[in-house]
């Protein structure tokens, strides 16, 4: 398995601030790995010093197989940037921003304009692609800041919270895109601060706090490792409530926390096996359920066990 | 091989020069920023001081109109810092960096946008000193050199501007500094006034001031008269400035992006 990116110990401190304090991050060529943290963890400290804006104090690291210091021309004609803030010329229109990347990625004439039309088509800016990007709105520069760094076809791609500020619409089109780019062989950096697209859009996530990696696997493997899982029944009949919660706090030798509204109850587990355990007994009981399931805990969760803090408002799951 | 890195580099800055003479079409009053304050220079000197402080108004204008032309490029090449810095922080910047473009493109376009920009402010200045009765007393060839010349010495002095605009934090505390360099050096020269009345420290500097060298320079080249003298004081100035500040703003520019 090849890798696309590598960073092995990557330092940046600014005075007393560790924004990066030892990062090891690997990302396999084709895969999408989502950086997941609270403000100020050093996403996109890391994201900087991965597209060569910024020298690491420490460390080394690697993007398809160029050194992001020593050789950071080679790594430029690998990746594609669409930093935190948009960095679109608001003098200039929709057109006139991605003619101008086109043309500095040696480009024709003809060339660039043919690209930047279909940037802008595929982004849904055509209409507003000849007034100055000043008049666009968030969630426009956005996508004009994506569509740009998409100019160049790049093998690598950084999304530095691509979707913050976009609507449902926008955010299932950059998903789309960035679905579509991934299975055209690209490889995909993002940090988000949505643990939904981490789950929808990452092979692998990466939780950052205090500059620090601190979990990383995929979505299922981090709900896992936080344990917490719960077992959750709603029996057909209302009346089997009280038997089905004895037969859970049974099982699990906790009392099941019971919604009388819903007739839901729920109960946490450490065992899996459980679950089959209480399939025999209700069975035994001649009691039906409507629903009844192992849930793993959402990657809320998750953030909040491993961070101590609660994903931005806002995130989804 | 590095003729063609050569070329790309080119490409690339031209590329850049394009968009930022598209930003003077965008925003005109950028330019009106530094063309407009010569301007009211050029009309109230004129019409308030021009009968005291010459026999004729006419005579005023002649003197002044070179001058004006020196004031003019002065506030023009200041705007290559702003531009910059401005860039800079908007993350425009950020952009171009992360691109496998040569690192000096953006400068090279920043300063080859502001060539267009000067050759439209001396345009502008003429065109408005000519309907004031201002005339060429020489010739078109004389005319042409005079204009390179401004546009040489505006060339040589925004390396001192973007130097400027990579120290400071903001686009306007880069204005703002500008401001205040070149106010003393415009009115601390014969561009309003002859020397011969200034104090005597005042005077030994405005004697050989760039601002004064080149105006009389242009007097020279424009209404006749000496030319020789104050053109090789004038460019002395200039390769002194780009001496001193071309080092200067290319490592002040290299630490900053
Ligand atoms: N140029 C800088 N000067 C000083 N401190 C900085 C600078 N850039 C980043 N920092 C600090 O480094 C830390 C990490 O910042 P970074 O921007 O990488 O965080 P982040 O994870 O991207 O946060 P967010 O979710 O808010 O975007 C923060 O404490 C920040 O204040
Ligand atoms: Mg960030």
Known sequence: MSLAIRAEGLVKHYGETKALDGVDLEVPVGKVVGVLGPN????????????????PDAGHATVGGHDVVKDPVRVRSLIGLTGQYASVDEDLSGTENLVLI??????????????AAELLEQFELTEAAGRPARTYSGGMRRRLDLAASLVGNPAVLYLDEPTTGLDPHARNEVWRVVRKLVADGATVLLTTQYLEEADQLADTITVFDHGRVVAEGRADELKRRVGGQTLQVRPTSLADLDAVQRILGDLTGMRPTRDDDTGLLTAAVSDPVLLSTLVRKLDEAGITADELALRLPSLDEVFLALTGRKAEEGSLV | MSAVALDKGLQHGLSLAWRGILKIRKNPEQLADVTIAPIVFLVMFTYLFGGALASSTDDYLQMLVPGIMVMNILQASMTAGVQLNTDVSKGVFDRFRSMPIARSAPLVGAVLADVVRYLMCVVVLLVVATIMGYRVQTGPVELVIAIALVLAF???????????????KTPGAVQGMMFVLIMPLTFGSNVFVGT????????????????????DALRGLLNGGPVAGPLAGSVVWMVAAVAVFFPLATLAYRKRV
């Open chain 1, 40 to 55: 100020g963890a050093g996403k996109t400290t890391a994201v900087r010093v991965l597209a060569t804006l910024l020298r």
């Open chain 2, 154 to 168: 505006g060339l040589c002095f925004c390396w001192a501007s973007v130097f400027v605009g990579m120290l400071l």
């Open chain 1, 102 to 115: 086109a043309r500095l990625l040696d480009h024709s004439r003809a060339g660039a304009r043919a690209r």
């Open chain 2, 196 to 215: 011969s009345t200034m104090p005597g420290w005042l005077r030994a500097w405005a004697d050989i001031s760039p601002v004064s060298l080149l105006a």
